[in-house]
């Protein structure tokens, strides 16, 4: 069974930091089928990245994706106070539909 | 634009069955992987079931008590839920799959209380 695993749990940073989200797969997965979600309490997941590395429409250019294999990084440029949240990957291209157990980025 | 929302949540008791539907707009459900996803109060994402290539798979928590379907006449996805119990209270969303962008709606919440 595939397992993602996010790190860190709870990323806690100031607004303007740098913020570097982990999420490392238990084998190795396709690149083109790994995305990334914000959420917000009350509110549905919204698409941040798909593809590994594609902005979803609309998305700031502070986010972007990479990786390949089984590890994969969302980094947020310079937090601005709407992206705290939590963000969420999730791979859907092998073993079915898998995701991580949540990265919380709160505000230190 | 592609858009997909979920309708048919609510209260139901225990041991009760529930059917939610997703009608989509955009794109046509019967070419395209679609799948459920649910989010119980205050954790994390879990699929419950994904459909595509004429195969269809159901994560653990549900197996056994849903099934999902389409109706390409109505160019919706629908999923039958049986035997529900207190820990299947949750939001559950649709999620299509087109060119490996993923399209959410907004979710319908089932609570499975007496």
């Known amino acids: 069974e595939l397992v993602l695993t996010q790190s860190p749990g709870t990323l806690s940073l100031s607004p303007g930091e740098r913020a570097t989200l982990s999420c490392r797969a238990s084998?190795?997965?396709?690149?083109?089928?790994l995305a990334w979600y914000q959420q917000k309490p009350g509110q549905a997941p919204r698409l941040l990245i798909y593809?590994?590395?594609i902005r979803a429409t609309g998305i700031s250019d502070r986010f972007s994706g990479s990786g390949s294999g089984t590890d994969f990084t969302l980094t947020i440029s310079r937090l601005e106070p709407e992206d705290f949240a939590v963000y969420y990957c999730?791979?859907?291209?092998?073993?079915?539909?898998?995701f991580g157990g949540g990265t919380q980025v709160e505000i230190k | 634009e592609v858009r997909v929302v979920e309708s048919g949540g609510g209260l139901i008791q225990p041991g009760g069955s529930l059917r939610l539907s997703c009608a989509a707009s955009?794109?046509?459900?019967?070419?395209?992987?679609m799948s459920w996803v649910r989010q119980a109060p205050g954790k994390g994402l879990e699929w419950v079931s994904v459909?595509?290539?004429?195969?269809?798979y159901y994560g653990d928590s549900l197996k056994g008590r849903v099934s999902i379907s389409r109706d390409n006449s109505k160019n919706t996805l629908s999923l039958q839920m049986n035997s529900l119990r207190a820990e299947d209270t949750a939001v559950y969303y649709c999620?299509?799959?087109?060119?490996?962008?993923?399209?959410w709606g907004q979710g319908t919440l089932v609570t499975v209380s007496s």
């Open positions: 999620v299509s799959y087109i060119v490996r962008h993923p399209y």
């Open positions: 084998q190795d997965i396709s690149s083109t089928y």
């Open positions: 593809d590994t590395s």
């Open positions: 999730q791979q859907y291209g092998i073993s079915l539909l898998t």
């Open positions: 955009g794109f046509t459900v019967s070419t395209h992987c």
């Open positions: 459909t595509y290539g004429g195969n269809t």
